[in-house]
C-alpha cells in the first residue's frame, strides 16, 4: 500500500529528508490523539460493559503519553529548525492542522472528568480547570490567527478546497464541549457561571462560521466533483463541526439549567434547556445527512483504492463525536432506536481506530509517515 502525504496538493518531498522525524514533525500528528482521545471517551458511553471502560482508560493513558511526546518533538522543531518550521504558515494545507492541538488536548480533558476522578477526584477536576483555560486559549488563538493568514499570506482556490479549513475553526466548539462538561464537577457557582459564559461563547465562535464553511464546500463539490483519492478522509471532516455543534448544545440543555437557577436566572432556564435540546437535535438531524454523504463517498473511493497517509485519523474524530452526541441524545430521550445506532457508531469507530493505528504505527518504524509538505519545495 502507498504511503503518502496527507494532502496531494503539495509535490512529494525529496527522499534526501525522508525519515527526519524532528525536521518533518507537523501539527498533523495531534490528529492522532484526537482519533484516539475521542474512541477513549466513546467507550466510556457504556458503563454496563466494564471491559470497554477499562479499556477506554488505558487508551485515556496512552494519550496523555502520545501528547506529550508530540507537544516535546513540535517544540523542538521549532528550536532547531525555526526558519523551516515558520514554512507552515503559509501552506494551505499543513496550517489548517495546528486545530488538531487544542482539539487533542480537550479529549485528555474529558478523560480527566470521565477517568480521572475516580482516582483523585478534587485533582482530577482541578486538572481539568486548568488544562481547560489553557484549551480555550489555543483554540481562540487558532480560531483566529490561522484563518488571518489564510486571507493574508495563503493562496486557495475553490477548487482545491477541502474540508481541512474547518479544523482551526472546530477547536473552539470542542473547547465549548469540555466547559459544558465540567461545570457539574466545579464546586464555586461562580466558577460554573464562567464557565458556562465562556462555553456559549465558544459555540458561537465556531458553529455558525463552520456552516457557512459547509455551505461553500458542498457548493466546491458541485462544481469541481471530489478532492483526490488521497484526500478520502476529508469528506468526514463535515462531520466533525455538526456532531460537536450538536453535543455542545446537548450537554449544555443538560447542564446550564441548575446553573442559571443559581444566578437568578430561573426564568430562563427552561427556556434555555429546551432551545438547547431542540437546536442540538436539528443539528444531529443535519449530520445524518453527511454521515451518509461521507460513506457513500468513501465507498466511492475505495473502488479506485485509497492510499495511506497520515490524513486517514481524519476518519476518526469527525465519526467519534457524532457517536457520543448520538449517545448523548439517547440518553436524553431514552429511544432504543438512538442507542442502537450510538453503539454501532462506536464500533465502527473501534474497526476505524485500529486500522489506522496499525497503518500509523507502520509508518512510524520506517519514518515514512514524517513527512513535511511546507518543505516538500526543497
Known sequence: MAFLRSSDLAPPISPAHSGKVVRHFTPNWFAVTMGTGILSVALAQFPAVPALF??????????????????????????????????????????????????GLATIINGFLIYGRLHAPDAAVEIAMLLWWLDVAL???????????????????????????????????????????????????????????????????????????????????????LPPVGMAATSWLALGPIGTGALGLFVISQNAPTVL????????????????????????????????????????????????????????????????????????????PIADLAAVLVAALAFIWLLVATLTVRGICDRSAFVAPCLAAD
Open 54 to 103: 477499562q479499556i477506554g482508560q488505558a487508551l485515556w493513558l496512552l494519550n496523555i503519553a502520545f501528547f506529550a511526546a508530540c507537544s516535546v518533538l513540535y517544540a523542538t522543531r521549532w528550536v532547531l529548525y525555526p526558519a523551516e518550521s515558520a514554512r507552515i504558515f503559509r501552506h494551505p494545507v499543513a496550517s489548517m492542522f495546528f486545530g488538531c492541538i487544542p482539539m
Open 261 to 336: 437557577v443559581a444566578h437568578g436566572l430561573g426564568a430562563v432556564a427552561d427556556g434555555v434547556a429546551g432551545a438547547s435540546l431542540l437546536a442540538g437535535m436539528l443539528l444531529w438531524g443535519y449530520g445524518m445527512w453527511w454521515l451518509a454523504m461521507a460513506v457513500m463517498i468513501t465507498l466511492r473511493y475505495l473502488r479506485e483504492g485509497i492510499p495511506f497517509n497520515m490524513g486517514w485519523w481524519g476518519f476518526t474524530f469527525p465519526l467519534g463525536v457524532y457517536a457520543i452526541a448520538t449517545a448523548r441524545l439517547s440518553d436524553i430521550l431514552h429511544f432504543a
Open 139 to 225: 483554540s481562540i488563538a487558532c480560531g483566529l490567527a490561522i484563518p488571518f493568514v489564510m486571507f493574508t499570506r495563503q493562496s486557495h482556490g475553490l477548487e482545491s478546497m477541502t474540508g481541512v479549513w474547518l479544523l482551526p475553526i472546530v477547536a473552539c466548539e470542542v473547547a465549548c464541549v469540555s466547559g459544558a462538561l465540567l461545570i457539574p464537577h466545579l464546586a464555586d457557582s461562580n466558577a460554573q457561571i464562567s464557565v458556562l459564559i465562556v462555553s456559549v461563547i465558544l459555540w458561537g465562535c465556531s458553529v455558525p462560521l463552520a456552516m457557512g464553511i459547509l455551505a461553500i464546500l458542498f457548493m466546491r463539490l458541485v462544481l469541481h466533483k
